[in-house]
């Protein structure tokens, strides 16, 4: 048993991980309060208005989809521990300006525009800087685990903040509880500020600028790179917008109350935190057949969830429907990250943060249109058939990629540098 926690628990042994860890902890929980209240603050705003909740989700991620891959080279080219601290510094300030407005009964909906759009811009940077820390923080042999714990904490938080947030918004009020985000930041950053620079594993310093168009030259001349991420552009494009239907379908269709809602969430994350544990013990590259089945799986289990005939159904289908959404996630990131050449890490991670979060402006509209004209549950129905119709042609391809190198009696040869990976299991 003690073996296994080891194993399973193994990146945290290293001291800057460790520290690391615990303010991410308390910032994702600040930041899944957040998420809750500032949802539940625009649909009090506009009357339950889907399109404004979409608009919402488009402000925060448009940024991601504009700067992301600018903030990878900026991840390559400085350091990372000093950007993550201004990037939550100034993450921080915006949250505490929400939070004084509406303490002032003086918000308004574009303040809340204004906010979303801010930190989509912070965002851009933050998340790929962050996805290359990681790697500095503990080698390539713990990054399976390392990333599989950072997905395992992150939602840690999404349970533990959506059902804190639905009863301090009982409690206290909308204000509080954005003010409790803002400090939250405050963690983060006297964590990174506490992390030891020598004991980090950083590369050589690229002898040259690092620039955007050599990390997309890179991943077109990687196959095996190509399609996880060409599967991930499209889950995510249909089947991620869970900020937008998640909300709408506790308050339009159970007519649920705050605390009910934080309930649906959590219950949500309770099962993207199982995945996230049970991805600890990989210590090799995935196989493209593993990414293609969790999306597959994902696909008709959100399909599922949007047909749910009652609100307990909703929570039990949820649960597996955050399984397999991070499951997905991991499985993807593996395949991406440790397939990746260190020298271009920060700008592929980049590409993998802008396809999975740049596509959600576009998605979160159409979702929101759908949903204000055909219903709530049709967003979920929508996006779980397109993840299941994207997992159908990428498994067609790579089954018809394998026939092609078995015509022509030539074996696949492994790309430079790329880890072994697990046994295929489809």
Request: proline share 5%; with cysteine; glycine share 12%.
């Amino acid at each position: 048993m003690t073996k296994l926690l080891t194993h399973a628990f193994g990146s945290l042994s290293v001291r800057n991980f460790r520290l690391f860890a615990t303010g991410q902890v308390v910032s994702a929980a600040g930041t899944w309060m957040m998420v809750v209240v500032q949802d539940w603050l625009v649909l009090g705003l506009t009357g339950n208005s889907g399109p404004a909740l979409g608009a919402v989700t488009a402000f925060q991620f448009t940024p991601v989809l504009l700067l992301t891959l600018h903030g990878g080279r900026l991840a390559d080219r400085h350091d990372k521990r000093l950007l993550l601290t201004v990037a939550n510094l100034v993450a921080g300030v915006l949250a505490l300006a929400l939070s004084l407005l509406v303490f002032a009964h003086e918000v308004r909906l574009w303040h809340v525009y204004g906010l979303a759009l801010g930190l989509g811009v912070v965002n851009a940077v933050e998340v790929p800087t962050r996805l290359a820390f990681v790697s500095e923080m503990v080698g390539a042999d713990l990054l399976p685990n390392a990333s599989a714990l950072s997905a395992a904490y992150f939602s840690t938080a999404r349970v533990v903040g959506p059902a804190l947030a639905g009863l301090l918004l009982s409690a206290v009020g909308t204000g509080w509880v954005m003010l409790l985000n803002a400090l939250s930041y405050l963690a983060t950053v006297s964590t990174l500020r506490m992390i030891r620079p020598a004991e980090l594993r950083r590369g050589p310093r690229p002898v040259s600028r690092p620039r955007v168009r050599d990390g997309l030259r890179y991943v077109l001349g990687r196959r095996d790179l190509v399609l996880p991420l060409a599967l991930v552009a499209v889950v995510g494009l249909f089947g991620m917008n869970f900020q937008l239907t998640l909300p709408l379908l506790a308050k339009t269709v159970f007519h649920a109350d705050a605390a009910s809602f934080g309930l649906l969430s959590s219950t949500f994350a309770a099962g993207s935190l199982v995945a996230a544990l049970a991805t600890t013990g990989r210590r090799r590259r995935p196989p493209g057949s593993l990414v293609i089945g969790s999306a597959l799986a994902f696909g008709g289990l959100e399909s599922l969830a949007g047909l749910a005939p009652s609100f307990a159904a909703a929570m039990v289908l949820l649960f597996f429907v955050g399984f397999t959404a991070i499951h997905f996630a991991q499985a993807a990131n593996h395949r991406i990250q440790l397939g990746s050449d260190p020298r271009y890490r920060g700008r592929v991670m980049a590409l993998y943060t802008l396809i999975l979060q740049g596509s959600t402006p576009l998605g979160a509209l159409a979702v929101g249109w759908l949903a204000q004209h055909q219903g709530a549950r049709s967003g979920l129905v929508l996006g779980g058939l397109g993840s299941l119709a994207a997992g159908a042609c990428a498994l067609a391809y790579e089954r018809r990629d394998r026939g092609g190198h078995r015509t022509d009696g030539r074996q696949p040869t492994a790309e430079p540098g790329t880890p072994g990976e697990e046994p295929a299991l489809l």
